[in-house]
C-alpha cells in the first residue's frame, strides 16, 4: 500500500464558514500551491481557521493536526488573497517550523484573477517576500479565472 502524504490546511478566521471547495478541487486536480504534489497520494487530515487576528488557534490546531499525523501546513489562499493579507501569516509558518518541524507551504487554490487584479492595483504584493508567497498560487490566468 501506498503511503499517502498527509496534510493541514489552515484557513483565515474571516472565511470560517467556508466548506474548502476551491481548496479541494484544487487539491484534485493538482492546481495551484497543490500542484506540488503530482501524482503523489494526499491525504486531508485537518482543516480549521486560524481563529482570527492574531491567531490564537494556530499553536493548538497544529498540534492536534500532528497528532494526526501532519506532516505538512498549507496556509489557505484566503489567508493571501484577503483584504488586507493575513499581517501574521510569515509569523505563523516560522513558529510552525520552530515548534513543530513541520513543512509549511502558502496556499492552496489559484489565486482568483479578481484578486489579483485587485491587489496589483493596491500595490499589496509588491514587496519581494510577498512575491515568494504568491508564487505558488498564481498559476496561468486561465486557471485563475476558473476560481473567481
Not at 493548538?60 to 489567508?79: P, R, S
Not at 509558518?93 to 496556499?107: E, K, Q, S
Request: proline residues 5%; aromatic residues 12%.
Amino acid at each position: 500500500m501506498e503511503e499517502k502524504t498527509k496534510i493541514g490546511i489552515i484557513i483565515c478566521d474571516r472565511y470560517r464558514r467556508c466548506a474548502g471547495g476551491k481548496c479541494f478541487r484544487s487539491l484534485r486536480n493538482r492546481e495551484g500551491a497543490f500542484s506540488r504534489y503530482g501524482n503523489e497520494e494526499v491525504e486531508v487530515v485537518g482543516y480549521t481557521t486560524c481563529d482570527g487576528c492574531p491567531g490564537g488557534n494556530i499553536e493548538y490546531a497544529v498540534d492536534e493536526m500532528k497528532k494526526n499525523g501532519v506532516e505538512i501546513v498549507h496556509f489557505a489562499t484566503g489567508l493571501v488573497v484577503g483584504y488586507p493579507p493575513c499581517p501574521y501569516i510569515t509569523y505563523f509558518h516560522d513558529f510552525i517550523t520552530a515548534r513543530y518541524g513541520l513543512n509549511v507551504f502558502y496556499g492552496t487554490h489559484p489565486i482568483p484573477q479578481k484578486y489579483l487584479d485587485m491587489h496589483n492595483r493596491l500595490g499589496t504584493w509588491n514587496d519581494p517576500k510577498w512575491q515568494e508567497i504568491i508564487e505558488p498560487t498564481l498559476t496561468d490566468e486561465k486557471t485563475r479565472l476558473l476560481y473567481d
